[in-house]
């Protein structure tokens, strides 16, 4: 089975600083996805940014980038240049390939400090 | 149209009562998904629907049936409901299954049942 680790409940950053945040996961399959989805209070998901596993290009998206090890198992989500506007939960997420299912860590709760 | 549409966006509901969530996607997407989320909690899959057949049930009590009458719309009927139902209600949608995908969320239902 699959699993989703993110270690971090809780950070808080300045605005304009850097903050990574930490995503393990567990698979022996070879063909998935994965993806960090944010929830602003507003409740609504939205993805931030999405890594296809056979890709060895670490994605971007703007100021979003991730760091994807596929040896370590680790896809950690840096923001750049934070805004108020980051503050949110963020959940990390896997997909296989060819099937319905996501699997979500239980969250980091994102908070800028202006 | 990147849009996935519920209602309503607040629900309350005595136990008693028969009440459904709708959702509404309009990009072709024929993999749609009910997702359950508790306070401060990842969300949780109940149910996958893909072209319109249930693909997946999470083992979700009989007090929500799904339904799915196109392949742009997606119902839960809620009846009997506890106490402990009171969550958000995620409705979320994809590609076809296989193909480079994401899934796209709408702002979710937040349930209350009295």
């Known amino acids: 089975a699959q699993t989703v680790t993110q270690s971090q409940p809780e950070m808080s950053v300045q605005e304009a600083e850097t903050v990574t945040l930490s995503c393990t996961y567990d698979?022996?399959?070879?063909?998935?996805?994965l993806f960090w989805y944010k929830q602003p209070p507003s409740r609504q998901m939205i993805l931030v940014i999405r890594?296809?596993?056979?890709?060895?290009q670490n994605a971007t998206e703007n100021r979003f980038s991730v760091n994807f090890q596929k040896a370590a198992k680790s896809f950690s989500l840096k923001i750049s240049d934070s805004q108020l506007g980051d503050t949110a939960m963020y959940f990390c997420a896997f997909m296989r390939r060819f099937d319905d299912k996501i699997i979500f860590g239980k969250g980091t709760r994102l908070h800028i400090l202006p | 149209d990147t849009e996935v549409t519920q209602t309503p966006k607040h629900l309350v509901m005595g136990m008693t009562n028969k009440k459904s969530l709708k959702c509404e996607q309009h990009m072709g997407h024929r993999a749609m998904y009910w997702y359950k989320q508790k306070a401060k909690k990842p969300p949780e899959l109940m149910f996958v629907?893909?072209?319109?057949?249930?693909?997946i049930n999470e083992s979700v009590p009989s007090r929500f049936s799904p339904e799915c009458p196109n392949s742009s719309l997606l119902n839960l009927h809620l009846h009997a409901l506890q106490p402990e139902d009171s969550a958000l209600y995620l409705c979320?949608?994809?590609?076809?299954?296989?193909?480079?995908?994401?899934?796209?969320f709408g702002q979710g239902t937040r349930l209350t049942v009295v």
């Open positions: 979320a949608s994809s590609q076809v299954v296989g193909a480079d995908t994401e899934a796209f």
């Open positions: 629907y893909s072209y319109e057949k249930l693909s």
């Open positions: 890594q296809e596993a056979y890709k060895q």
């Open positions: 698979t022996s399959e070879n063909n998935y996805y």
